[in-house]
């Protein structure tokens, strides 16, 4: 598809990291298809953008097993061709395992791992086909050091995002496609909002990073072909640390400081 602009698709669009991304890839005259529940905050982020870029709106709910096909359906129907696709939407389940139902667990596992895995399948036809095709998926720096206290499935689900992003982009790397597996630490958007742990978290400001700078920071790393994406020098630096320590050390360190970060009781 060469010579034609493209789109990028961008879940969980309607607040946070989703929409400082679908912001920063507007200001860079990129089209828009804006994803997430909230349609009327999409219309409202679409009407923004639009003098800048057209801003197509799709209102699903991703924990729907049948989102994702009824989505690409719905690109087709208008005759949107995808050129990146940006992985982004998710959310915490707050407490512990046994905590919650089963039927929370399931839903956030479709969210987070099914629908992740049937868009990046169903698109990658479309993405492939340019020239330039782009995969950016939003995990979290959980996602690189030891499960914390209440993080049963989020970690793992954000460490599956990161394999599951080394695996697509060895896959398309001869077809110019390039996958970034973006690992942002705490930011300000309205996750914690969401879980009600907002007022719970205890967490130095200097550790709080910008939902426009982790959005920027993102695309520029996906634009160089870098695979893992970490903003914020403190968090590589805590990175580099994890991985120089034994892991028996490293659980230790999160198991005394786990809830004060996010206490669960």
């Not at 742990?197 to 967490?203: I, L, W």
Request: charged content about 20%; aromatic content about 6%.
């Amino acid at each position: 598809m060469p010579g034609t602009p493209g789109h990028a698709l961008v879940t969980g669009a309607s607040s946070g990291i989703g929409a400082a991304i679908a912001r920063e890839y507007a200001r860079r005259g990129v089209p828009l298809v804006l994803v997430a529940r909230r349609e009327a905050r999409l219309q409202a982020l679409a009407d923004e953008l639009r003098g800048q870029v057209d801003a197509q709106v799709i209102a699903a709910d991703l924990a729907d097993p049948t989102a994702p096909v009824r989505l690409v359906d719905e690109l087709a129907a208008r005759g949107i061709a995808i050129r990146i696709l940006v992985n982004n939407a998710g959310y915490g389940v707050p407490g512990r395992y046994l905590e919650n139902d089963w039927a929370a667990h399931a839903a956030f596992l479709q969210v987070m791992v099914g629908a992740v895995s049937e868009l990046s399948w169903r698109l990658l036809p479309s993405i492939r086909g340019f020239e330039d095709g782009r995969v950016l998926n939003v995990a979290s720096f959980a996602a690189l050091v030891p499960s914390a206290d209440g993080q049963t499935l989020y970690a793992p689900a954000k460490a599956w995002l990161v394999k599951f992003s080394e695996s697509l982009a060895m896959e398309n790397i001869d077809r110019g496609v390039r996958v970034t597996a973006l690992c942002p630490g705490f930011t300000y958007s309205e996750f914690h909002d969401v879980t009600g742990t907002r007022s719970k978290m205890r967490v130095s400001p200097k550790l709080w990073l910008d939902a426009t700078d982790v959005a920027r920071f993102g695309i520029d790393a996906n634009e160089r072909g870098q695979l893992l994406a970490v903003p914020g020098w403190r968090y590589r630096l805590l990175g580099t640390l994890v991985k120089l320590l034994p892991h028996r050390v490293s659980m230790a360190l999160m198991a005394r400081n786990s809830r004060k970060v996010r206490p669960v009781d």
